[in-house]
C-alpha cells in the first residue's frame, strides 16, 4: 500500500509540475496563431482550427482576446516586437550608422529561408485586408503601418546621423528597395533578390543623398 501510495504521490507531483511548465492559454493561442497564419494565411484559418492546435477552449479566447481579429492584431503586434528585439541584437555591436542600415536588409534574408520564402508576413497581411471594412480589420491594418512606420523612423534616424542632416527622402527609396526584395523573395522562392536590394541599397548609401540641399 505505501508503495502505491508513493508512486501515486509521484505522478500527481509530475503531472502537476507539467501543467506549471505548459504555456498559459494565452500564450498557446498566440503560438498556434502564429504557425497557421504565417504558413497558411489568415481569412482561411478559422477559429475551430487556432483552438484545436492552442488546445484551448472557445470561451477562453474571446476572453482572452474577444475576437479572432483582436488574436491577428495581437499576431502583428508579436511580429513587430520579435523583428525589433532581432534587429537590436543584430546591431548591438555596431557603430556605423550605415553598417546599422544594411543590416536591415541583412535580417530580411536571413529570416527568409526559416520562414520557406513567404517574403514579409507584414505584407501578408495588409495583402488580405485590402478594404478594411470594420474597426477591426482597420486595427489590423494599423498594426502592420506600426511596424512600417517604426522601419521609416529607423531608417530616417541613421540616415540623418550618417548624413547630418534629416534623410526622410531617402529612408524611404531604401524601404521601397526592402519591398522589392520581400516580393522578389516570395516569388522566386529565394534570398537573391533581397540581396540585390541590399547592393543596391550600398549604391544608394554612396550616391548624393536625395534630401540634400545646398
Known amino acids: 500500500m505505501c508503495v502505491i501510495a508513493a508512486a501515486s504521490t509521484s505522478s500527481s507531483r509530475a503531472k502537476g509540475s507539467r501543467r506549471r511548465q505548459r504555456p498559459s492559454s494565452r500564450e498557446r493561442l498566440l503560438a498556434s496563431a502564429t504557425h497557421l497564419f504565417t504558413t497558411e494565411g489568415i481569412r482561411v484559418i478559422g477559429i475551430d482550427r487556432i483552438l484545436r492546435e492552442a488546445d484551448v477552449a472557445k ?5 482572452l482576446y474577444g475576437s479572432k481579429d483582436a488574436l491577428v492584431i495581437a499576431y502583428v503586434r508579436a511580429l513587430d516586437e520579435s523583428w525589433r528585439t532581432r534587429y537590436a541584437e543584430r546591431i548591438s555591436d555596431l557603430s556605423d550608422p550605415k553598417s546599422k542600415i544594411l543590416a536591415m536588409f541583412d535580417q530580411a534574408i536571413a529570416d527568409q529561408p526559416e520562414s520557406e520564402y513567404r517574403g514579409s508576413h507584414f505584407h501578408n497581411a495588409a ?9 477591426s480589420e482597420r486595427g489590423i491594418v494599423e498594426a502592420v503601418r506600426e511596424h512600417r512606420r517604426w522601419l521609416l523612423d529607423t531608417l530616417t534616424t541613421l540616415l540623418t546621423e550618417l ?3 534629416p534623410g526622410l527622402t531617402q529612408a524611404r527609396q531604401l524601404l521601397v528597395l526592402l519591398d522589392g526584395g520581400y516580393a522578389g523573395c516570395r516569388i522566386e522562392r529565394s ?7 541590399k547592393e543596391l541599397a550600398k549604391s544608394l548609401l554612396g550616391a548624393p543623398p536625395a534630401d540634400y540641399c545646398i
Open 163 to 165: 548624413n547630418g542632416y
Open 59 to 63: 470561451a477562453s479566447l474571446y476572453s
Open 191 to 197: 534570398t537573391m533578390p533581397l540581396e540585390i536590394a
Open 127 to 135: 495583402n488580405e485586408y485590402p478594404k478594411p471594412d470594420t474597426d
